[in-house]
Each structure stands twice: as C-alpha cells, then as structure tokens.
C-alpha cells in the first residue's frame, strides 16, 4: 500500500492575517500544496465607487495598519495622473521620508519579530525576549524611530491622516525634523548591526530561479513612486500596461486572487526583487552594509530575503536622513488637484512589494471603478511554487520540523494576509 501524508496547519503564526497550509505527499512524492487564504474578503474596491476621489487615501490606508503609507501614496499618484497634477519638490520629499517610515518600522517587525525566531529555534518573538532582550530592545527602539517618522509627517504612526491627492493638509516645521535626526542616526547604526545579525544565521540550502518584477523609479532606489515596472527577465513596460501583462486567476482555496504575468508565470516582488534589480542605488551605507556581509547581487534562496530587508532598513534611514538635510518648508502644503473623468494608474514599492491602484473617474471626480492589487496576492503563487519545491527536497525530515520549515518558507515573504483578501468576486448563478 502507498503510503498518504498530509501536513496542515490550521493558523498560521506571525504572518498579517489569517491564513493557512496544506502539504500532501503520496508515496513520498509531493501531490498538493496549498497556501489557504480564509480570512473573509473585505471588498475596498467596491465600496470606493461612488466616494470622491479625495477619500481614496484614507478609505484605502485602513487595509493594512502595517504599510497604510503605501496604499495612501499608490492612491495619491492614480488619482494625480487623472488630472495631469506633479507632486515634486519638497512636497515629493516628504512623501519619500513619511514612506521611508514605514519602511523601517515594517522591516524591523517583521525582522526581529516575525522571521528572527524562525531561525533561532524559539516559538516567539515572547521567547526571543527571554533569551535576547538586548535584541528585542534594539527592535523596539528602531520600530519606534519609524513611528515617530511616520507621526511627524504624516500626522500619526498608523493610517496617517496629513496625506491628501495633491501633498500634505499640513508640512512639518525644519525644527520637528531635525528633532528625529539623533534617533535616525542611532537607527542607521543599529540597522548596520542588524544586518550583521541576520547574515550569521543558518540558512537552509534552497534556491528558487523565478522571474524578479520590480518598479523603475528613475535612478532612485524604487521606494515612493514609478513610472515602469521591470523584470529580471528583460520585461519592461509603463504600469499603464499592468493589466494587459498581469492576469489574477481565481483559485479554489484561496479568499485572494493569484497574480500570474500572462504567457510567463509565476513571478516575485518585494526585497529581493528590488535588491537585484536596483541594489546598486542602495544608499551608500546600505551597500557597504550588502558587501560587508557577501550579500549575493541576485539572492536566490527565499530564506536570505531576512538579509535583504535589513539592508533596506540602512538604506531607509540613511535615505531619511539625507531628506531631513535638505529639507526647506514648501510654500504651500498641496498643489491643486481637479476632479477630472479618467483612468488613472499608480503604482509605490510596498515593504513587501509592489503596490498597484487603478481607478476610474467620472466629470464630478466620484470613483466608477477601483482595482488594488497588493504584493501578497501577486507573490502567492510563487509562495506555493516555493513549498512544493521545498517539500519535494526534504520530504525525509520528520512532520513536526518538515511543517516549521514550511511555515518558515511563508514567513520569508513576510505576507500580509489581510491586504490580499479584498479581492474575492461574488459570482451567483441562479437557475
């Protein structure tokens, strides 16, 4: 008789948002992996039609109390495309810094208290504590540092309230930004020290080739805005396009769509996609910190991507830091924004990867039509591509420590959950 095993977890732990595993091997052969998305959908698309265009960034900032900064600045630039509006200068400055924020506080989350623990052999970041409360200290204090960027600007440290289409209801005094410069500097030292940590951890032996898709952002490292979306595999095509080269497929077992490139298959956004893409527009202290540590221009093995995002964590403070130097009161806090009939696409680089809006307007500037695509959705079917090849290489391990580096291989993404499942369309068919 062949024998059938099935590994579940019901309830995923540290993740955003509810989600669950499923592993099935028959005769020692992988047959089904599932990445189980159940957390309800929560359909933000539908219940932005009809809202002025101005409400976008707060309705949409409350999908996520991790990286509402994203969904805001991805809101702002579809909505300023319709009109023909540029937000530049120092009014894009501090749009840069409010995200560089949220950069360094969701990293360090997710880093310190979501992925470390993996490594270390410890159930919790409770138990990290126990163990290294030197670290858990270190955590706080930089995530907090990101808070009080994201306060400073943005008004409060989650579901800013300061963002407007157009800019800012309000701009911060150069006082109350050189007042974050100490702590800032304190945060680039301790986020060098993290990447240290990281890098000396153990790192299975696992390696996924799957195509890398990123924004281009002009020369810049991809973080507030962009006007291209990028590949490792030579694709590259303005993020008007997104739709005619991104398909989302329904599947079974899953509360969220799975974004696939049409004609190409699965693909990867977030750190690691950036980092190979654009690593050498990290700041300079950020790609001393990458070579310090042999960081690889490609990482190729999932588990590494704890390494990347802390590079991005030097290059998100020593970026601030840089902003706060040069930074001069604008004149006026917004630029003029009329409602105007449309279709506007924007597009931000998420802690976890690209962030896509499209929206469609009417002549009184109501919405008619939304589509938000968030990273977790479109790195889904790369996750289980993941599981499966990781599975069928160790299906020799024992079920209680095949099932955690399973669970491991999710947490590399650093999903989040909860982001994805506003996507689900309710089909009736009635006869």
Known sequence: MTATKTIRTDYLARVEGEGG??????????????????????????????????????????????????YQMSSCLAMESIAGAEVGGQLRALRRLLYCGEWIESHTLHVYMLHAPDFLGLASAVELAQTSPELVERALRLKKIGNDVMRVVGGREVH??????????????????????????????????????????????????????????????????????????????????????????????????????????????????????????????????????????????????????????????????RLIAAYEPPAEPAVAVAPRAGIGHGASEAPRGVLYHRYRLADDGSIVDAKIVPPTSQNQRSIEDDLFAFVTENAGLQDDELRHRCEQAIRNYDPCISCATHFLTLEVERT
Not at 27 to 43: A, M, N, S, W
Not at 224 to 252: A, K, N, Q, W
Request: charged share 25%; net charge negative.
């Open 160 to 321: 800013p309230i300061n963002v407007r289409v157009g800019g800012w209801y309000s701009v911060p005094s150069k006082a109350q930004l050189q007042a974050l410069v100490p702590d800032l500097e304190w945060a680039l030292e301790a986020s060098r020290e993290t990447v240290r940590l990281v890098a000396g951890l153990q790192f299975p032996s696992f390696e996924q080739d799957v195509e890398l898709v990123a924004l281009d952002a002009d020369g810049e490292y991809p973080i507030d805005r962009g006007s291209r979306l990028i590949s490792s595999r030579g694709l590259d095509f303005p993020i008007e396009e997104f739709y005619d080269r991104v398909e989302e497929l329904h599947v079974e077992h899953s509360n969220a769509l799975h974004a696939v490139l049409r004609g190409r298959g699965a693909y990867l956004v977030g750190p690691c996609a950036r980092h190979a893409l654009h690593g050498h527009l990290l700041s300079p202290q950020a790609r001393e910190a990458a070579a310090e540590v042999g960081l690889e221009p490609v990482v190729r093995n999932p588990f590494r991507s704890i390494v990347v995002r802390a590079v991005e964590v030097v290059h998100a403070c020593e970026e601030a830091l």
């Open 21 to 70: 595993m499923l592993v099935k091997m028959r005769g020692g052969t992988v047959t089904d992996v599932k990445l189980r998305i159940y957390e309800p959908p929560r359909f933000f698309e539908a219940f932005l039609r009809g809202r002025p265009f101005t409400e976008a960034p707060d309705i949409t900032a409350r999908i996520c109390g991790i990286c509402p900064v994203a």
